[in-house]
């Protein structure tokens, strides 16, 4: 598994955290402390990891029993990443999908990550 591979895969283990402060380690380990999340779903962009987990606390809260899921493994060169991705019920079904297209820094973390949701 590359770098940019682990960084993802702990990115959504993060993500489908139950515990807040489990998701903030984890976020920390591959945000950059300044990291732009930008998804066509928010009024602004995100700028840094507390805001980040805040954005998916507040989408946990509303649907927990879905979750992250990778729908490709992250293609990757030259410090930019794209991956497709799907948030999963627990019964399987498919609630949503998309793409995140991202950059990473020379420590390996995310610096900036775009989100696009598919249309249904």
């Not at 602004?44 to 029993?65: A, G, M, W, Y």
Request: proline share 3%; glycine share 6%; net charge negative.
């Amino acid at each position: 598994m590359s770098e940019i591979e682990q960084v993802i895969e702990d990115y959504v283990l993060g993500w489908n955290s139950s515990k807040p402060e489990d998701r903030l380690l984890l976020m920390k380990k591959v945000l950059a402390e300044n990291c732009l999340y930008l998804d066509s779903h928010l009024p602004k962009p995100v700028d840094n990891i507390e805001t980040h987990c805040q954005l998916i606390e507040s989408f946990r809260e509303k649907f927990p029993e879905i979750s992250l899921q990778l729908s490709t493994a992250a293609d990757s060169h030259h410090g930019h990443f794209k991956l497709t991705w799907k948030m999963v019920k627990k019964n399987g079904d498919v609630f949503l999908g998309g793409n995140f297209f991202g950059e990473v820094n020379q420590q390996n973390k995310i610096t900036k990550l775009v989100g696009f949701v598919d249309k249904k």
